[in-house]
């Protein structure tokens, strides 16, 4: 089925008009008044037609296809369809980004154990304290090193047998020793530290002739006022006093007159008097 358009129907109601007009029969629902008239009753039925469109474009729509019209008969559902919409809208805005809910179960956060914090920080605090404790004691074993092996190479540098004048000094282990007259007119052997500082160490009873060193013994020839001389030897460090130098027998070794010189040779003094004879005094 075909409908003729608005334009075609006007057409034909003028054309019809226009008929009546020139004596020809008058259609039924067509006014007088001119052919641009508007027709007041048109019979579909009997007014001819044709499709401004072709016939092979056209379709027949077939059950839920088309627009839907709202009628007071759907008004009530089609509002509920436009209620549902938009709350579908309005909770698809709410549930988008960081607004987006998470599913499944979160696992529960467990507060910190202070016990085991505090144990923690116990045993870093310790650590340290060994740490430190290590750090000092190897210090201190490093330094008490250094100050024992300085004495040994300073023995190892210092000859151990050396002789010298009444005038002269010996070294021993870093103190120097020699002879000082006293205020009495005695002579004292006097040794002096690094740091300047000065001890008395013995006295002698006669005049030193010579000072010499072995090993750690001082030996000091001497001319005593009674005409005699003899031989005086003293311990360094040792607590003893020092004493006259004595032959295989034990007896002091001494001689008449005055020691004219004495010579250290090995670990024997050679002394000579003032009468040129030599008497040999052992040290060991």
């Known amino acids: 089925m075909s409908y003729a358009s608005n334009d075609e129907r006007y057409r034909r109601s003028a ?3 226009g ?4 004596g ?3 259609v039924s629902g067509v006014s007088r008044v001119g052919a641009h008239a508007i ?3 048109v019979d579909d039925s009997t007014a001819p037609r044709r499709c401004a469109a072709p016939v092979d474009s ?5 059950a839920g296809q088309g627009a839907r019209v709202t009628t007071r008969e759907n008004a009530a559902e089609a509002a509920d369809i436009a209620r549902d919409r938009a709350e579908q809208r309005s ?3 709410r549930l988008s980004g960081r607004n987006r809910p998470e599913y499944g179960s979160k696992p529960e956060r467990k507060p910190a154990n202070l016990k085991s914090v505090l144990l923690v920080i116990a045993g870093v605090v310790g650590l340290f304290v060994i740490l430190a404790i290590v750090a000092v004691v190897t210090f201190l074993g490093a330094q008490d090193n250094t100050q024992s092996a300085e004495p040994a190479a300073t023995t190892a540098e210092e000859p151990q047998q050396v002789q010298t004048t009444a005038d002269g000094s010996v070294t021993y282990q870093g103190v120097s020793y020699a002879i000082e007259a006293t205020g009495d007119g005695t002579y004292a052997v006097v040794a002096t530290d690094p740091q300047g500082n000065k001890t008395q160490e013995f006295t002698v009873s006669g005049t030193p002739v010579t000072l010499i060193l072995y090993n750690s013994v001082i030996v000091v020839p001497e001319n ?4 005699t001389w003899d031989v005086v030897a003293y311990t360094i460090g040792g607590d003893s006093e020092p004493v006259s130098v004595v032959d295989s027998s034990g007896n002091a070794i001494t001689g008449t007159g005055t020691i004219a010189s004495a010579t250290l ?4 003094v050679h002394v000579t008097d003032s009468a040129g004879a030599t008497t040999d005094v052992a040290l060991e």
């Open 91 to 93: 909770r698809n805005r």
């Open 24 to 26: 020809g029969p008058r």
């Open 224 to 227: 005593k006022s009674d005409g």
């Open 265 to 268: 040779d090995g670990s024997v």
């Open 39 to 41: 027709p007041e009753d």
């Open 58 to 62: 056209l379709q027949t729509l077939s």
């Open 15 to 17: 054309h019809a008009a």
């Open 19 to 22: 008929r009546h007009a020139a």
